[in-house]
């Protein structure tokens, strides 16, 4: 019988430092990308935020999965629970990352997997997530599980200071 080494599961406690060690490299590789530093800014907060990590650990209107190969945690992904002005609810795919030396291995489709049947176990109505312009293999990912997109910001970049 074959095991699958790539897997994904419900996080827990013990996995919240490797979370945050995987969440920390991923901050910085997307300072580089194009709308990165305006993400990290507004969008994404104090990513990552432990008290909303813990929360989703601890399944309170959200949910934490750890993507794992062999065991060991490589990938995370986090969705929050929103009640919508209708009184349905959509998920929101907060954090999803998987350390970019072991992509392609599958613990990114085990992991999305897991969450999507998480959030329609939960009742949503549908699963929102984000891609940064230009992060085309971001986008096919999420397309290959039927999410399309819904909403484009645009944003222009004013010289203040000479900073932009």
Not at 28 to 50: F, H, K, S, T
Not at 85 to 91: C, K, R
Not at 118 to 129: N, Q, R, V
Request: proline content about 3%; glycine content about 10%; charged content about 25%.
């Amino acid at each position: 019988m074959h095991i699958p080494m790539e897997s994904a599961r419900l996080a827990t406690d013990d996995d919240l430092p490797a979370i945050e060690a995987i969440a920390d490299r991923a901050r910085e590789a997307i300072v580089d990308q194009r709308g990165g530093p305006m993400y990290l800014q507004r969008e994404a907060g104090q990513w990552p935020d432990r008290d909303r990590l813990t929360a989703a650990v601890d399944g309170r209107s959200a949910a934490a999965v750890a993507g794992c190969y062999d065991g060991i945690v490589f990938g995370y992904g986090v969705v929050v629970y929103e009640e919508l002005l209708d009184g349905t609810t959509v998920a929101r795919l907060t954090d999803f990352v998987v350390d970019e030396e072991i992509r392609g291995s599958g613990i990114g489709e085990a992991m999305m997997n897991l969450l999507l049947e998480l959030a329609e176990g939960a009742g949503c109505i549908g699963i929102d997530s984000v891609a940064l312009p230009g992060d085309r293999s971001t986008k096919n990912f999420f397309e290959s599980f039927g999410l399309k997109a819904r909403l484009l910001t645009v944003h222009r970049a004013f010289d203040v200071d000479g900073a932009t």
